[in-house]
T-cell receptor, first 113, second 117 residues
């Protein structure tokens, strides 16, 4: 079955500290992978995506993610977190069909001063 | 206007009411989607309108009825809802290419927060 697992429901980090959000997927074909961010009261905004090629992808707002096929993972990282990064983060997987993305349940990020 | 806009942003309705959610995209996309976002649950795909075909999640109750009059507008008609239908309803759009590579990138609206009393 196709699925996405985000093991951490809630993470708190200090401002300026590094961040890694975990994402594991189960998908029968070549996956397309996405990270979205949702601020309170807002819709989802795409941070970055992986289709093929270099397994380390760069996104907006200083985020990056690494695709590891052997581990079925697509973890999101940021070297130094800013208070404005506090939000909910969603990992998603799709395929050639496109659009029919399967989302994880999200990780809520809190940033403390 | 740019992007994907949804109205109303907030809606409170009784179980016997009939209401509609509206979504409009200004991105020139040819596919539109309704997602349901409930607290602490993954986003649930409800309906897809793409390249003049409609795909629906068979688990969505018939009290939700979508309408897509053209590629820029999408509605979700609501009737005799239940309290458990209270959620954030997100509209999204994307550009799909028939028979070819599909980016799968979705552009979301800000959502319509629905409360059913």
């Amino acid at each position: 079955a196709q699925s996405v697992t985000q093991p951490d429901i809630h993470i708190t980090v200090s401002e300026g500290a590094s961040l890694e959000l975990r994402c594991n997927y189960s998908y029968g074909a070549t996956p397309y992978l996405f990270w979205y961010v949702q601020s309170p009261g807002q819709g989802l905004q795409l941070l970055l995506k992986y289709f093929s090629g270099d397994t380390l992808v760069q996104g907006i707002k200083g985020f990056e993610a690494e695709f590891k096929r052997s581990q079925s993972s697509f973890n999101l990282r940021k070297p130094s977190v800013h208070w404005s990064d506090a939000a909910e983060y969603f990992c998603a997987v799709g395929g050639l069909e496109g659009g029919k993305l399967i989302f994880g349940q999200g990780t809520e990020l809190s940033v403390k001063p | 206007e740019t992007g994907v806009t949804q109205t109303p942003r907030h809606l409170v309705m009784g179980m016997t009411n009939k209401k509609s959610l509206k979504c409009e995209q200004h991105l020139g996309h040819n596919a539109m989607y309704w997602y349901k976002q409930s607290a602490k649950k993954p986003l649930e795909l409800m309906f897809v309108y793409s390249l003049e075909e409609r795909v629906e999640n068979n688990s969505v109750p018939s009290r939700f009825s979508p309408e897509c009059p053209n590629s820029s507008h999408l509605f979700l008609h609501l009737h005799t809802l239940q309290p458990e239908d209270s959620a954030l309803y997100l509209c999204a759009s994307s550009q799909r290419v028939a028979g070819g590579l599909n980016t799968g990138e979705l552009f979301f609206g800000e959502g319509s927060r629905l409360t059913v009393l």
